[in-house]
């Protein structure tokens, strides 16, 4: 996607929760061109919430998204999700659930959809992300890993230009993951998309991050209390950082002593 370059999500003091419970509260932040945001946070934070609310999905209640500066609205184009669950249609092929998502904008803008051109540009997106010759298979044969990469081929073939991703490698081996992880980092690059990642993976934060966020209750608050964010630049960076790098290893313990310290009650 060339000369997209100020690509950028923003939200602030945004709270959102359910039946008029702030799940969390006071969140303020903005996703720049092709940063990553990745965000940790233990099990029921609201970090799930958190991304349902920045893709317009969940009603925030107090404070606006915000993407180049105008609001979202449910459904827009301009965000693309990718579940934790992969959200794969089992009985279409590889090609179809990958142009799904075409398909269905198409559809809703009453234009024509271009069935050709659509698997055309699929396929070598397919091809890109280690899914080439796999078209006409169904979900059901794909491992964990292929329908992650599915997923992601789906989402990124509507051309988002903030992609949010729900603890998308967490049900992976840990091989597995760190090949997605790197595919993920090329393709965000190459896109330059801004992406917000929840994770409960320090590790995972660290390696995929430009700044490293985490999502939990202040020290000291009482039990059902909102979760905050805090959110810091991480200091291993990102890229060119390996995972064997002392510099990984050391952001890692920061982040864990600063996790510590965050959840600490
Ligand atoms: N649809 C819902 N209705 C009511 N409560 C919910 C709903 N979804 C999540 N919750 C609650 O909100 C809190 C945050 O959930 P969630 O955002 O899924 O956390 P996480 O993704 O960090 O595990 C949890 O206490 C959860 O039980
Ligand atoms: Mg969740």
Same mark, same amino acid.
């Not at 996607?1 to 969140?27: H, S």
């Given at each position: 996607?060339?000369?997209?370059?100020?690509?950028?999500?923003?939200?602030?003091?945004?709270? *959102?929760?359910?039946?008029?419970?702030?799940?969390?509260?006071?969140?303020?932040?903005?996703?720049?061109?092709?940063?990553?945001?990745?965000?940790?946070?233990?099990?029921?934070?609201?970090?799930?919430?958190?991304?349902?609310?920045?893709?317009?999905?969940?009603?925030?209640?107090?404070?606006?998204?915000?993407?180049?500066?105008?609001?979202?609205?449910?459904?827009?184009?301009?965000?693309?999700?990718?579940?934790?669950?992969?959200?794969?249609?089992?009985?279409?092929?590889?090609?179809?659930?990958?142009?799904?998502?075409?398909?269905?904008?198409?559809?809703?803008?009453?234009?024509?959809?271009?069935?050709?051109?659509? *698997?055309?540009?699929?396929?070598?997106?397919?091809?890109?992300?280690?899914?080439?010759?796999?078209?006409?298979?169904?979900?059901?044969?794909?491992?964990?890993?292929?329908?992650?990469?599915?997923?992601?081929?789906?989402?990124?073939?509507?051309?988002?230009?903030?992609?949010?991703?729900?603890?998308?490698?967490?049900?992976?081996?840990?091989?597995?993951?760190?090949?997605?992880?790197?595919?993920?980092?090329?393709?965000?690059?190459?896109?330059?998309?801004?992406?917000?990642?929840?994770?409960?993976?320090?590790?995972?934060?660290?390696?995929?991050?430009?700044?490293?966020?985490?999502?939990?209750?202040?020290?000291?608050?009482?039990?059902?209390?909102?979760?905050?964010?805090?959110?810091?630049?991480?200091?291993?960076?990102?890229?060119?950082?390996?995972?064997?790098?002392?510099?990984?290893?050391?952001?890692?313990?920061?982040?864990?002593?600063?996790?510590?310290?965050?959840?600490?009650?």
């Amino acid at each position: 996607m060339p000369g997209v370059t100020d690509r950028v999500i923003a939200c602030r003091d945004c709270a *959102a929760g359910y039946a008029g419970r702030d799940v969390f509260t006071g969140v303020t932040l903005g996703v720049a061109g092709a940063e990553t945001i990745a965000i940790v946070g233990p099990s029921g934070c609201g970090k799930s919430t958190l991304l349902l609310t920045l893709a317009g999905l969940h009603r925030s209640s107090r404070g606006t998204v915000l993407v180049d500066g105008t609001p979202l609205e449910s459904g827009d184009p301009r965000i693309g999700l990718v579940l934790q669950q992969y959200g794969l249609f089992p009985w279409f092929t590889v090609l179809r659930n990958a142009t799904l998502g075409l398909a269905i904008r198409a559809k809703r803008s009453g234009r024509r959809f271009d069935a050709a051109g659509a *698997a055309d540009i699929a396929r070598a997106l397919l091809e890109q992300l280690g899914l080439g010759g796999k078209e006409s298979d169904y979900p059901r044969r794909l491992s964990g890993g292929e329908q992650q990469r599915l997923a992601l081929c789906r989402t990124l073939l509507l051309e988002p230009e903030v992609l949010l991703l729900d603890e998308p490698f967490s049900a992976l081996d840990a091989l597995t993951r760190e090949e997605l992880q790197d595919l993920l980092l090329t393709v965000l690059a190459e896109r330059r998309v801004a992406a917000v990642l929840v994770t409960h993976s320090i590790d995972e934060a660290v390696y995929l991050g430009d700044r490293v966020g985490i999502l939990a209750q202040n020290p000291g608050t009482a039990a059902g209390e909102p979760a905050r964010l805090l959110l810091e630049a991480n200091p291993a960076g990102r890229r060119g950082v390996g995972r064997t790098d002392p510099l990984h290893h050391q952001a890692c313990a920061w982040m864990r002593r600063r996790f510590a310290e965050a959840v600490r009650a």
